[in-house]
């Protein structure tokens, strides 16, 4: 019995540990927001952006230059990699990655 409770004890702490690790993580950080399609291109083209990110699964995320960080879906692949190149000189230093 005291050798199951010494395998249980620490094998429950370790979960507990890892839980603890893994929530935080997964939480959406209170300078992150989620926004329509719309208000990411409107803000995209104002020229506040400084790196754009897109996924396989058509999430898009924006970093702005305060710091701030927006999330949206875009409608189709690659739709901000053509707004990027439809908007021009307020976009022309954002870095831009792709899954």
Same mark, same amino acid.
């Given at each position: +019995? ?9 094998? #429950? ?10 929530? *935080?993580?997964? =939480?959406? *950080?209170?300078? =992150? +927001? ?7 291109? %409107? ?6 952006? %400084? =790196? ?5 699964? #058509? ?11 927006? $999330?949206?879906?875009? *409608? $189709? ?12 000189? *307020? ?9």
């Amino acid at each position: +019995m005291r050798k199951r409770f010494g395998i249980l004890l620490p094998s #429950l702490l370790i979960a507990t540990a890892l839980a603890l690790a893994y929530f *935080p993580l997964t =939480r959406q *950080p209170s300078d =992150r +927001m989620s926004v329509s399609w719309n208000s990411a291109v %409107t803000v995209l083209q104002s020229g506040q952006v %400084t =790196r754009a990110f897109q996924s396989h699964h #058509l999430d898009v995320t924006l970093q702005l230059k305060n710091g701030s960080v927006l $999330t949206t879906k875009e *409608p $189709t692949i690659d739709a901000i990699s053509y707004e990027l190149r439809k908007c021009g000189d *307020p976009c022309k230093n954002v870095v831009f990655a792709t899954e």
